[in-house]
């Protein structure tokens, strides 16, 4: 079993930026930035591949967010930069143990997820 901690969220003007963590209590294979606002449907955002480093990101955020990790404390990041008003949202991370197959931005495919940190952007 893995427990995932995210923390970082907040309250920002449009244009600022914030620092996401998702610290996990054990191994995983890929961690993955969802987000959900009220009234729509969950959305992946960004993804990285623990072992080397490959990282996938949602059209919407590529440019603005970047997703990182530090092995040796077991966290990983995101980035997000530029935010917009529709950036407001429930972050959550997500992970799994295996391999991935397909895209990474399947809610599905992750057996453990976090309790999530509110991201909040006014104009």
């Known amino acids: 079993q893995v427990q995932l901690v995210e923390s970082g969220g907040g309250s920002v003007q449009a244009g600022g930026s914030l620092r996401l963590s998702c610290v996990a209590s054990g191994y995983t294979s890929r961690t993955t930035w969802f987000r959900q606002a009220p009234g729509k449907e969950r959305e992946g955002v960004a993804s990285?591949?623990?072992?080397?480093?490959?990282?996938y990101y949602a059209d919407s955020v590529k440019g603005r967010f970047t997703i990182s990790k530090d092995n040796a404390e077991n966290t990983v990041y995101l980035q997000v930069n530029s935010l917009k008003p529709e950036d407001t949202a429930m972050y959550y991370c997500?992970?799994?143990?295996?391999?991935?197959?397909?895209?990474?931005?399947?809610?599905?495919?992750?057996?453990?997820w976090g309790k999530g940190t509110q991201v909040t952007v006014s104009s």
């Open positions: 997500a992970a799994a143990q295996g391999a991935v197959a397909g895209g990474p931005l399947v809610s599905n495919k992750y057996k453990y």
């Open positions: 990285i591949r623990i072992h080397d480093g490959t990282t």
